[in-house]
């Protein structure tokens, strides 16, 4: 029943068999990290680019578009469709209102009138 105690050199290559396993673990991280910040990479750069104009709809997206804003405007709404200029233009000649926050009538050229 009374078994010897370990010696000395037991103990250290028990503490070696444990720390060899967090440092095992400790790369799995690393590379489960690494794979991850590869992925969002791959993600970021296959994003297509924001479009220059929009066109928010409200809430009716059947109707007249109630505004026109640049592609990176933060007064956007929920629901907005990328258009090119010559569209963003015809639709405030039509009278879409421009949005007062990014101007996209000052950035086409767009002069009432």
């Given at each position: 029943?009374?078994?010897?105690?370990?010696?000395?050199?037991?103990?250290?290559?028990?503490?070696?068999?444990?720390?060899?396993?967090?440092?095992?673990?400790?790369?799995?991280?690393?590379?489960?990290?690494?794979?991850?910040?590869?992925?969002?990479?791959?993600?970021?750069?296959?994003?297509?680019?924001?479009?220059?104009?929009?066109?928010?709809?409200?809430?009716?997206?059947?109707?007249?578009?109630?505004?026109?804003?640049?592609?990176?405007?933060?007064?956007?709404?929920?629901?907005?469709?990328?258009?090119?200029?010559?569209?963003?233009?015809?639709?405030?000649?039509?009278?879409?209102?421009?949005?007062?926050?990014c101007?996209?009538?000052n950035?086409?050229?767009?002069?009432?009138?």
């Open positions: 029943m009374n078994d010897p105690a370990p010696s000395r050199l037991d103990l250290l290559r028990f503490l070696e068999r444990v720390q060899e396993q967090d440092l095992a673990r400790t790369r799995r991280w690393i590379a489960d990290e690494e794979r991850r910040e590869r992925e969002r990479q791959h993600r970021e750069a296959a994003r297509p680019a924001p479009p220059d104009w929009l066109l928010d709809y409200g809430l009716n997206k059947d109707a007249m578009p109630i505004a026109v804003h640049t592609g990176d405007c933060h007064m956007r709404g929920k629901r907005t469709r990328g258009v090119d200029s010559d569209t963003a233009r015809r639709a405030l000649a039509t009278g879409v209102q421009a949005c007062s926050h101007r996209p009538d950035e086409l050229g767009y002069l009432e009138g």
